[in-house]
């Protein structure tokens, strides 16, 4: 036997700057008593040598129409923006951003970063004691409690009367001035019954949660499964699988996870159950790839909208059916980006929806971080823009309408 395996196998995909190319996936697997024979050094694919997936970072010879877009073209709210998490209530980066929001016209953020209790009441006094009129802020649930991560039986989640607390905590919340409900994937996705089975999203324990939320006016974000890819085999054929390789614990491919159709049946049940409550499916509903799906959930449940945020490297890549879905349902879509991003990748977002430009970046990163492809630019009319940018949210966030109208007032 020979101490090293070779593997050649030729996938197509189309890559970041909107070629179709193809390329030789090298795995060099060692064996534990001899030496490679293969030297990695050589593998840099310069004058006709093999080269590895992670070197490959083509250069585009495409010349075609491109515009630099400075800013958005009318007043904007991101509803997905994770300003705790990001910025760590560091007073200077909350300027240097707000003059980001300035630069680019952004009127208003969401912060999705307040936890129920104390760092809700920081966070959001960490906003608003210079900028209140620039930021609102969503509460999210604190599940475990004092319990630890190890033993769920110990977690607040599973003691009597929880949600019942949870619903009169938000609306305490809520007479502070708090716009919402932010639910993340671990809901469903990690967060477990003291029998170690994972909590349903679904489960009636939580209807109290949701109908408080509607009681009160306040939308709920939530955060359901994630990339159809993400729940696939991390093989040759996975279209994500450099991001994977990076980032191993985004797999819920397995029989340790449900299924991505079970979780997003599970959300669309408890969307059905509570009429009077809406809802934002964060990421596209995390459907992007399958928008004539997400429109059909739009179709069915009048209380259920969208964002954009993270999606522009899936929506780029069907530009096409991605401007029919915007135009088709401009008043259900809201724009976000799961900022803090740099700007370079923030004028991204702008190129993509008010241009007609082709194959160029979703982000800043090389090699990109959500897929090795270009995007193209969709073009929204101007009456479907402002939709997305502000007028949706300032219909269906409270505190979104009034902090816009000043700063169009301040605009002028």
Same mark, same amino acid.
């Given at each position: 036997?020979?101490? @090293?395996?070779?593997?050649?196998? @030729?996938?197509?995909?189309?890559?970041?700057?909107? $070629?179709?190319?193809?390329?030789?996936?090298?795995?060099?697997?060692?064996?534990?008593?001899?030496?490679?024979?293969?030297?990695?050094?050589?593998?840099? +694919?310069?004058?006709?040598?093999?080269?590895?997936?992670?070197? #490959?970072?083509?250069?585009?010879?495409?010349?075609?129409?491109?515009?630099?877009?400075?800013?958005?073209?009318?007043?904007?709210?991101?509803?997905?923006?994770?300003?705790?998490?990001?910025?760590?209530?560091?007073?200077?980066?909350?300027?240097?951003?707000?003059?980001?929001?300035?630069?680019?016209?952004?009127?208003?953020?969401?912060?999705?970063?307040?936890?129920?209790?104390?760092?809700?009441?920081?966070?959001?006094?960490?906003?608003?004691?210079?900028?209140?009129?620039?930021?609102?802020?969503?509460?999210?649930?604190?599940?475990?409690?004092?319990?630890?991560?190890?033993?769920?039986?110990?977690?607040?989640?599973?003691?009597?009367?929880?949600?019942?607390?949870?619903?009169?905590?938000?609306?305490?919340?809520?007479?502070?001035?708090?716009?919402?409900?932010?639910?993340?994937?671990?809901?469903?996705?990690?967060?477990?019954?003291?029998?170690?089975?994972?909590?349903?999203?679904?489960?009636?324990?939580?209807?109290?949660?949701?109908?408080?939320?509607?009681?009160?006016?306040?939308?709920?974000?939530?955060?359901?499964?994630?990339?159809?890819? #993400?729940?696939?085999?991390?093989?040759?054929?996975?279209?994500? $699988?450099?991001?994977?390789?990076?980032?191993?614990?985004?797999?819920?491919?397995?029989?340790?996870?449900?299924?991505?159709?079970?979780?997003?049946?599970?959300?669309?049940?408890?969307?059905?159950?509570?009429?009077?409550?809406?809802?934002?499916?964060?990421?596209?509903?995390?459907?992007?790839?399958?928008?004539?799906?997400?429109?059909?959930?739009?179709?069915?449940?009048?209380?259920?909208?969208?964002?954009?945020?993270?999606?522009?490297?899936?929506?780029?890549?069907?530009?096409?059916?991605?401007?029919? #879905?915007?135009?088709?349902?401009?008043?259900?879509?809201?724009?976000?980006?799961?900022?803090?991003?740099?700007?370079?990748?923030?004028?991204?977002?702008?190129?993509?929806?008010?241009?007609?430009?082709?194959? #160029?970046?979703?982000?800043?990163?090389?090699?990109?971080?959500? +897929?090795?492809?270009?995007? @193209?630019?969709?073009?929204?009319?101007?009456?479907?823009?402002?939709?997305?940018?502000?007028?949706?949210?300032?219909?269906?966030?409270?505190?979104?309408?009034?902090?816009?109208?000043?700063?169009?007032?301040?605009?002028?």
């Amino acid at each position: 036997m020979t101490a @090293t395996l070779t593997r050649k196998k @030729t996938a197509s995909a189309t890559m970041r700057m909107g $070629w179709i190319v193809v390329i030789t996936l090298n795995s060099l697997i060692a064996s534990a008593q001899e030496p490679s024979l293969v030297d990695p050094a050589t593998l840099d +694919g310069r004058d006709g040598h093999e080269l590895l997936l992670r070197n #490959f970072c083509p250069k585009s010879q495409l010349k075609t129409e491109s515009h630099r877009i400075g800013n958005a073209k009318s007043p904007c709210v991101d509803v997905h923006t994770h300003l705790h998490y990001k910025l760590h209530g560091n007073k200077k980066a909350l300027n240097d951003f707000v003059g980001l929001m300035d630069r680019n016209n952004i009127a208003v953020c969401v912060s999705l970063d307040g936890k129920l209790g104390d760092q809700l009441i920081e966070h959001r006094n960490n906003l608003w004691d210079l900028y209140r009129d620039r930021f609102v802020v969503f509460a999210h649930i604190d599940w475990k409690g004092s319990g630890t991560d190890e033993d769920p039986s110990t977690w607040a989640c599973h003691e009597n009367g929880f949600a019942e607390r949870t619903a009169d905590k938000i609306r305490e919340a809520a007479v502070g001035g708090i716009s919402g409900l932010k639910i993340f994937k671990r809901f469903g996705l990690g967060y477990r019954n003291p029998d170690g089975s994972l909590m349903e999203i679904d489960d009636p324990r939580w209807d109290p949660i949701w109908s408080a939320c509607g009681e009160l006016g306040i939308p709920v974000l939530i955060h359901t499964a994630d990339p159809a890819a #993400f729940f696939e085999r991390v093989d040759e054929s996975n279209e994500r $699988w450099e991001e994977l390789n990076r980032h191993p614990d985004w797999s819920f491919y397995g029989d340790g996870f449900p299924s991505r159709e079970s979780l997003l049946a599970a959300r669309n049940r408890v969307i059905a159950r509570h009429p009077n409550t809406n809802f934002i499916g964060a990421h596209l509903a995390n459907s992007s790839e399958d928008l004539k799906t997400v429109g059909q959930w739009l179709d069915r449940y009048p209380n259920l909208y969208v964002d954009s945020a993270s999606r522009i490297s899936e929506l780029g890549r069907q530009p096409y059916t991605s401007h029919q #879905f915007y135009v088709r349902y401009s008043d259900r879509v809201l724009f976000g980006t799961d900022g803090p991003w740099p700007e370079q990748r923030l004028r991204y977002y702008w190129r993509f929806f008010e241009t007609k430009d082709e194959s #160029f970046p979703y982000s800043e990163k090389v090699p990109p971080p959500q +897929g090795m492809w270009a995007i @193209t630019g969709i073009k929204l009319p101007d009456e479907v823009l402002e939709n997305l940018y502000w007028k949706n949210a300032a219909k269906l966030i409270p505190g979104v309408s009034e902090r816009v109208e000043k700063y169009r007032k301040r605009e002028k």
